[in-house]
């Protein structure tokens, strides 16, 4: 219940302000996606890199885009086909084992309107790399939707759990890790993530703080008061670009063109 809770708010926010990147890109380039055989030249090319079970490209794929998500988890990849099954829209997704250094010679090169990658850029092997190929799958003008953990919000999280210590080395390690146990490989600040983004030849439009209170506020508060829910998500949508409490929001959702 509380993961569900979580995720919905975290898949709220980032599919409205994706879904405004989508539109922009429809209208600014009325012929995305037509070079692809057989299209019908509605909707857009999209890959998502480690899209998993399709949390984000089935419904893409609904609204009539064509998807297609590149993850190296075959149990994953049939969750996903049994997925796009379940909401008929099998012909629109494609699951492609890989990994995000296979990217180009898989998706193709110069081949999507748009590129998801959220929550994988802490895990990959090389996150340079990985946006290099991101970018390289892009066409010109093209979206990338990056969802990443912050560093900051951990630092908070591992104070207020009493585990002082902990807080302070995530604050100070380069990977932003709070110890040899952390599961997390890698979180990110602000700053580096565009300066990485830059780097691989990315202009950054909007950075957005997902789940700035949602891991903070106590469940059984939001899942017993009448109301509470909803007026977490519109904190949580109103915080989203504030720039203090993005600061500490657990991910960053930024959205850049190619
Ligand atoms: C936290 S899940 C995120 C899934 C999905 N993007 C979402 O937002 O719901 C991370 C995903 O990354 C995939 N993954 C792990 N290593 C990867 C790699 N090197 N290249 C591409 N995907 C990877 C995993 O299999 C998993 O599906």
Redesign the pocket.
């Given at each position: 219940m509380v993961e569900r809770r979580r995720r919905s708010v975290?898949?709220a926010l980032v599919g409205e302000a994706l879904r405004v990147a989508l539109a922009g890109r429809e209208r600014t380039d009325p012929g995305a996606g037509s070079d692809r055989a057989g299209s019908d030249r509605g909707g857009l090319d999209i890959v998502?890199?480690?899209?998993?079970?399709g949390?984000?490209a089935v419904p893409l794929a609904v609204e009539g885009h064509r998807v297609t998500v590149?993850?190296?988890?075959p149990d994953?990849l049939a969750s996903l086909e049994r997925r796009a099954r379940d909401e008929g829209v099998s012909e629109l997704v494609r699951g492609v084992q890989?990994?995000?250094?296979e990217?180009p010679g898989l998706a193709g090169e110069s081949s999507a309107d748009a590129v998801?990658?959220?929550?994988?850029l802490?895990?990959?092997?090389d996150p340079v790399q990985?946006l290099q190929a991101m970018a390289s799958v892009l066409r010109e003008g093209g979206v990338l939707s990056l969802?990443v953990a912050q560093r900051n919000a951990v630092v908070l999280a591992r104070a207020l759990a009493g585990h002082l210590a902990e807080a302070r080395i995530a604050l100070q390690d380069p990977d932003g890790r709070w110890g040899a146990t952390d599961p997390m490989p890698r979180r990110f600040d602000e700053a580096g993530i565009t300066g990485q983004l830059a780097d691989a030849g990315f202009m950054v439009h909007t950075v957005h703080g997902v789940r700035t209170f949602a891991d903070l506020v106590p469940s059984a508060f939001v899942d017993s008061e009448p109301g509470a829910a909803d007026s977490l998500a519109e904190l949580e949508r109103a915080a989203s670009q504030h720039p203090a409490f993005r600061a500490l929001a657990t991910q960053l959702h930024i959205l850049a063109t190619r």
């Open positions: 975290r898949t998502d890199l480690g899209g998993g079970t949390g984000f590149v993850d190296p988890s994953a890989g990994d995000a250094a990217l998801l990658c959220h929550g994988v802490e895990v990959v092997d990985a969802l």
